[in-house]
């Protein structure tokens, strides 16, 4: 008998770390699955492809970046060496840097755009698109004019541009960043966007894309939110490469007080002005005191 369980014994013993080896695999397997592969980046920017395909994210970094504005504060500025020794140069829009990069610098790493804005580039799609071909492109828009089922105009003439020009990083705000932004102003504000028919500015979504992807970030050019309220502000145009036109205090009024379609741009300041309390954020030229 007492030979019988010896056996047995050995027996166990040479069969006990084979069970544990597939009982810890099984454990494995129900209780680490492998992670599903994902596009590595900022998942609120979607890269625009010949293909059509959305497989990339932005995925941009910057220690240190500076945001120009694209008032008419710039002009005489003289801020060219400061802005393009920086590692990251946001700019908005269409804001050209041809015969003003005395006053706003000559680099371009990254122009964030409004979907308003993309015929105004296609016009001169040669300088924005070949000559600046290193400029990455951050495009935003409602989703009528950005859907990708074929039916967005402006996503159409974008991907049309991505074809012809292949090379061009190009990307578009996803509809649930654009969510994201509405609710980050109803939270700041206290009021639905939608409804006090407010429209977000360039401004407002460049701002937030540069605290997702920047440390620190050097403002220039942007008035506060109480700079045109001042008796001795200084009227200068709304667009620095746009001398003749309306003044930027004048449109800032006009739009902050429009029931319906204006962007809130003086509330977006006083926004900006909180967010710099809480992020590496200066304004500079002019200064704003925090």
């Known amino acids: ?22 009982w810890f695999g099984h454990v494995i397997r129900w209780e680490d699955p492998s992670p599903v592969a994902r596009p590595s980046g900022l998942d609120g920017y979607v890269r625009i492809l010949a293909d059509g395909s959305v ?31 920086t590692e990251c140069v946001i700019r908005m829009n269409n804001a050209p840097t041809v015969d003003y990069e005395k006053d706003v610098g000559r680099r371009t790493s990254v122009r964030v755009a409004s979907h308003t804005s993309v015929p105004l580039l296609l016009k001169n799609e040669h300088y924005y698109f070949q000559q600046s071909g290193n400029t990455t492109y951050v495009f935003w828009g409602p989703e009528r004019n950005m859907r990708r089922d074929g039916k967005g105009r402006v996503f159409n003439a974008l991907l049309r541009t991505a074809r012809k020009y292949p090379n061009v990083q190009m990307f578009a705000v996803t509809r649930e960043r654009i969510q994201y932004c509405d609710k980050m102003f109803q939270r700041e504000t206290g009021k639905d966007r939608m409804k006090t028919g407010a429209f977000l500015s360039t401004g407002f979504f460049t701002m937030i894309l540069a605290i997702d992807m920047c440390d620190s970030i050097h403002v220039y050019g942007m008035v506060d939110d109480g700079y045109c309220g001042r008796t001795n502000y200084s009227a200068v145009p709304y667009h620095y490469y746009e001398k003749n036109r309306v003044s930027e205090c004048k449109m800032y009024r006009v739009h902050e007080h429009t ?12 926004i900006f002005a909180k967010w710099a309390t809480q992020h590496k954020i200066e304004f500079k030229h002019p200064a704003w005191s925090l």
């Open 259 to 270: 029931q319906r379609g204006g962007h809130r741009f003086i509330t977006e300041k006083a």
């Open 1 to 22: 008998m007492r030979s019988i369980v010896v056996c047995w014994l050995c027996l166990l013993s040479l069969c006990l770390p084979l069970l544990l080896f597939l």
């Open 55 to 85: 497989d990339q994210y932005l995925d941009m970094h910057c220690n240190h970046c500076a945001l120009v504005s694209s008032s008419g504060q710039m002009l005489g500025a003289g801020l060219e060496e400061e802005i393009d020794k």
